[in-house]
């Protein structure tokens, strides 16, 4: 923890006014983005980013500064949203990760657009989603994003490959829709 | 070596971590190998996909949420009916003699779009309000301050850092109330001057709230601990 983040947690904690809401204007962008893309769902990313903010509140006297005030809030912020993932889940019909070790052949190559890849995001199981949104997504290093998620360096590498193995496989094998305004692409011209 | 390695080296290209060597190899391989030349090819548009993905803007009332939330959660700083009634009573007549003054001044403004019957006139008549308005919503805000004032001075209640900060906070927004009150000198109707001066004098009602609430525990406390020594006082003796 730098010295103004040192500062600005001491404010929050003395109460000083203005001190937490400046704490949260410096991380409600990234964590309503992560919120909302972890979830899937804008309205269910209010509600977690919420609760997010408010949890820093309560646990804000018991944070040491070991890490970044940032790591700490994401971290709590990730492992909310990962708990909601959880909740919301039904019993009995968790899939498990199949072995992505290899990746299967493409049926034709990767056209998609950014509506398909919010699409495919909420498809991955948790971890992978939490990997690939904090890593390429919010651009977090695979340092922070051991720190974030409590992981080793190398397995959050490993968690970003197999989630980008995984959407390429959604993104080249799923249906072209088709809408008003958005024709069906291929790359060789034809429709 | 086999695709299987390069797949690895596939991903850590795309984080831009191999080195120049491995780079080289990698060039090589993908020139010979189309499969591994699709997948390279696919994740790279992969990431740049999600490099452009929208940032999405938190609600403003997200906020909103959070401050009650917080404050309904925090007995520190929770209203208290009933408690510190005079310093309570002094935030309300506050808020509602400053809300009315804006609420004036915004009914009072032309809404964009409807015309004027003689705009010369309109700007004129606009101008001359609006500055009325702000001298009434200026002696208001003086005369909280110096009853707040007025409670620190009696039992030099605030810490001289809390105070330091407060009179700071204070001169950055008078600071603010000063320019959106020049700006709306030069444009009496301007909706971005009128926005950016009702933002200030909602900070600074929130920050009087806040003072107004610090002060009356730190009274509180006062009077806690006196009755505590007190009591301790009667074993005594």
Sequence with gaps: MNAAEAELVERCRRKEPGAFEQLYRDHATRVYNLACRLSGSPADGEDLAQE???QVYRKLDSFRGDAALGTWIYRL????????????SVPGRE??????????????????????????????????????????????NHHEIGAILGIAEGTSKSQVHKARLRLREYLTRMPRLVSPGREPVARNGRT | MSCERYHDWINASVDGTLDSVERRELEDHLAACPSCAALAADLRRLQQLAQGLERLAAPPSLWTRIDRATRESDPRRRWRPGAMWAALAAAAVLVLAVASTLLLVRDRDPQPGTPAADPGASSIEVARTVEAELRLAEQHYENAIAGLEQLARDRELLDPEVAATLQKNLQVIDGAIAESRSALQMQPGSHPA??????????????????IYLL???????????TASGTNGDQSS
């Design chain 1, 52 to 54: 997010v903010f408010v």
């Design chain 1, 77 to 88: 912020a990730t492992n909310l949203c990962l708990d909601h993932l959880r909740r919301r």
């Design chain 1, 95 to 140: 899939t498990e990760p199949l072995d992505d070790a290899t990746p299967r052949a493409a049926t034709r190559p990767l056209s998609a657009d950014r509506m398909d890849l919010e699409r495919a995001i909420t498809s991955l199981p948790d971890g992978y989603r939490a990997a690939f949104v904090l890593h390429d997504v919010e651009g977090f």
């Design chain 2, 194 to 211: 009128q926005q950016s001066l009702f933002d200030a004098f909602r900070t600074k009602i929130a920050l009087l709230e806040d003072t």
């Design chain 2, 216 to 226: 009356s525990e730190i009274r509180r406390n006062d009077q806690v601990s006196g």
